[in-house]
């Protein structure tokens, strides 16, 4: 028959789009209640169509000063981890080392150790050095563990660079710290930013390691977390639609870019 034939041929594409749609689900119901306005508490069950809370994405109380704090912490622990995580990436692929076999295992623990396992023991390093629970922890913590993802996408991007290219920059006499930036990190580029993105996704996402290591510090997820259990107010929709929108954005302009530089390429 003609409909099994080109289901037959278009098979990995349907099945593409349906895991596409499965995972794009849950943002659309967020989307769509982000314009509800229930009767209750809770923002569980359509009532009416509502903009009140996009024109007060501020209106409960602490919840803009949560978000601000998950911002801040996921910005520096972004940079830290980033910047820790290119230097080791380069580290790993261009040099040689004792333990540079056991250290590329253990980059990935963190990333296959339950978060739990990971939390229980940032805190109990944290209090017995006597720290204080609170921005610096969390910071230290998210850093820690989101080290290992921008490791594992820069180093990708570092092995597949053709190492004749910096050998042809230092043949016309490009120095070091030129060839650097003019040849391997334009090169280097996609992979760190790669890596920057997961880092800030995940950081900002957070719960289980935050929650243990935050002390009376309260961040966006523990906010909403709390808020669950008293009540779910309907900026939190609107909240999660605005950062699911910019997420997507930014996939987009650094796919038109790509698609530009490939299409000045040629």
């Known amino acids: 028959m003609p409909v099994l034939r080109w289901i037959r041929r278009n098979l990995i594409v349907i099945a593409g789009l349906l895991t596409l749609a499965y995972m794009i689900l849950p943002n659309v ?46 910005l520096w622990a972004t ?5 820790l995580g290119t230097m080791i990436s380069f580290a790993l692929v261009r040099y040689r080392f004792r333990a540079r076999g056991a250290i590329n295992s253990l980059i990935f623990l963190p990333m296959a150790m339950p978060e739990v396992v990971m939390a229980a023991s940032l805190l109990t390093l944290f209090l017995n050095m006597g720290a204080q629970l609170g921005f610096w922890t969390i ?5 820690m563990f989101c ?37 391997t990190l334009p090169i280097a580029s996609p992979g760190i930013a790669a890596g920057a993105l997961l880092a800030f996704a995940l950081s900002f996402d957070d719960f289980i390691i ?4 935050a002390g009376s510090t309260v961040t966006f997820p523990m906010f909403v977390w709390g808020s669950a259990q008293r009540g779910t107010p309907v900026q939190i929709n609107v909240i999660g639609t605005a950062m699911f929108i910019i997420a997507v954005m930014v996939v987009v302009v650094g796919q038109l870019i790509a698609n530009r530089r490939k299409n000045s390429a040629r």
């Open 139 to 143: 910071l230290i913590a998210h850093i």
């Open 147 to 183: 080290l290992s993802f921008v490791v594992t996408a820069v180093k990708a991007r570092v092995m597949s660079m053709d190492p004749r290219l910096e050998e042809a920059a230092r043949d016309l006499y490009a120095g070091p710290v030129q060839t650097f930036l003019r040849v």
């Open 29 to 74: 119901v967020v989307m769509v209640f982000s314009f509800n306005k229930p009767n209750g508490r809770f923002n569980y069950s359509w009532q009416r169509f509502s903009l009140d809370a996009w024109k007060d994405p501020c209106g409960v109380a602490d919840m803009c000063g949560s978000l601000s704090l998950s911002l801040q912490i996921a």
């Open 79 to 83: 940079i830290g981890a980033t910047a």
């Open 210 to 213: 935050t929650n243990f290591n």
